[in-house]
């Protein structure tokens, strides 16, 4: 972490002044909202109000963190020398592990042969595919001038988990790049990534997935929460050099340290966390390149959305439930990495049960008591607090401004939507409900937008 600088002070004494602020008029806001509806005699209501005033106000300081830290980030990132990138070049293996990929995975291996780095393999693991990916992709192996591409096949279908450990174990790379055949990179994503390996502190480093489809205003609430929702949070992690999920879409690893960990396992819905999560239990330091893109195609229709949440959710519980009893072993998981682990529980339950109750809470309120002020002082402070995160964010990742103006639909129902997935999700995890990898429709974007 570099030396805080002038620049840095002012932005973080603007980030109190307007974490008092909001404070203050939250406070004053209650304490006239009470004095106006007196007549609400009900102790549970008055109870709960207070509790829910009490989870903004945490709130409003978890947000003034994650703009500070991931400001601080995205300092450090600038002041990281195009120079030093340039002359850190280890070996690199690209890990692409492929189940039905047929109609795309040509493309997929076209569009890796086009990185900005000097010399790499790309490695496909065709994961016992029923259709033609293993055949389409055989007619790229080989040498293409400064990049190898090897070709394996499982013989059956063993899952991503096991079809990516048998690439680490047939690649030769010091570094290991893991990414889904259905996404793509930016040609400076491997230097950039790698870069953080000069620190020979660092294991891991997460890429940032962006939404390719953003055509409809559900996908694009999903580019906005993937700037807002996932990126802000890793980008303020990354400061801390503890990431608490590294996206399959885009993972840099240690070669030796995935081994000494034992690879990734599939005995959970989510490997990519549960393979994080072993790394903060045993106090690895993980980075967050920002410059280090992964396009993915996201989930078009609402019955996609809540299945991809509810396979992340549940395999998020799973991954903690494996690790439980890492979140007390402070000694092993370091101090930071230990508030990482239990941060992923306020995020995957006390944060999205809260909300929802929250929001029945004070709509039942308005109905029975005519107090429309809770309401909409709830739903105000909330949309408030996403408006600058997402403000904030978009202008550091150089996004589209009006990404920010969706931050209304987004706090209003789509949150709230996701939010129900991932209780539900929790209740059934919690109750032992077997559960399915489910389907998640793709429709090609990203291959329409490479023919296009």
Not at 74 to 99: G, K, Q
Not at 193 to 220: I, W
Not at 293 to 319: D, K, N
Request: glycine share 6%; aromatic share 12%.
């Amino acid at each position: 972490m570099a030396k805080i600088r002038t620049k840095d002070w002012l932005y973080l004494f603007a980030l109190l002044a307007l974490g008092l602020f909001l404070t203050g008029w939250t406070i004053v806001a209650y304490v006239m909202l009470l004095i106006n509806v007196r007549d609400i005699a009900s102790i549970f209501v008055n109870v709960s109000t207070t509790i829910l005033i009490l989870f903004l106000v945490v709130l409003m300081m978890r947000y003034l963190l994650l703009l500070w830290a991931s400001y601080r980030q995205h300092r450090e990132s600038i002041s990281f020398s195009d120079r030093e990138r340039a002359d850190f070049t280890p070996t690199v293996s690209v890990l692409v592990p492929a189940y039905n990929e047929g109609p795309g995975i040509e493309g997929a291996i076209q569009s890796l042969l086009d990185l900005d780095y000097p010399e790499y393999e790309v490695v496909v693991i065709n994961d016992g595919s029923a259709d033609d990916t293993f055949e389409r992709a055989q007619k790229w192996a080989g040498r293409h001038e400064r990049v190898n591409v090897v070709v394996l096949d499982t013989g059956r279908n063993v899952g991503k988990a096991e079809a990516l450990n048998l690439g680490i174990a047939r690649s030769r790379g010091e570094i290991v790049v893991c990414m889904d055949a259905d996404s793509r990179l930016e040609p400076q994503s491997i230097r950039r990534g790698v870069a953080h390996f000069l620190d020979p502190e660092v294991s891991a480093v997460a890429g940032n997935v962006k939404v390719v489809n953003r055509n409809s205003m559900l996908t694009r609430m999903q580019a906005l929460e993937y700037l807002e929702g996932l990126n802000l949070v890793r980008r303020a992690q990354g400061y801390f050099q503890c990431v608490n999920i590294i996206p399959g879409p885009m993972g840099f690893f240690r070669r030796h340290v995935l081994q000494e960990i034992g690879g990734y396992e599939s005995d959970t819905f989510a490997e990519d966390c549960d393979l994080t999560v072993k790394l903060l239990s045993l106090n690895k330091r993980i980075n967050y390149e920002p410059e280090a893109i992964s396009w993915t195609e996201a989930p078009e229709t609402i019955g996609g959305l809540i299945t991809q949440r509810y396979r992340w959710t549940r395999g998020i519980l799973q991954s903690i439930r494996k690790h439980k009893y890492d979140l007390f072993h402070v000694r092993r998981a370091g101090f930071i990495n230990s508030i990482v682990l239990w941060y992923m529980l306020f995020e995957a339950i006390a944060w999205p049960m809260m909300n929802i109750f929250g929001n029945i809470f004070f709509l039942a309120v308005t109905a029975w008591y005519g107090a429309v002020h809770l309401l909409i002082l709830w739903w105000m402070i909330l949309l408030l607090l996403d408006m600058i995160a997402a403000l904030h964010t978009v202008s550091m990742e150089e996004e589209e401004l009006s990404l920010v103006f969706y931050s209304i639909p987004y706090r209003l129902f789509f949150i709230f939507a996701v939010d129900v997935a991932k209780m539900l999700s929790t209740l059934e995890e919690f109750f032992g409900v077997r559960m399915t990898w489910g389907h998640v429709e793709r429709r090609g974007r990203i291959m329409q937008k490479e023919t296009g």
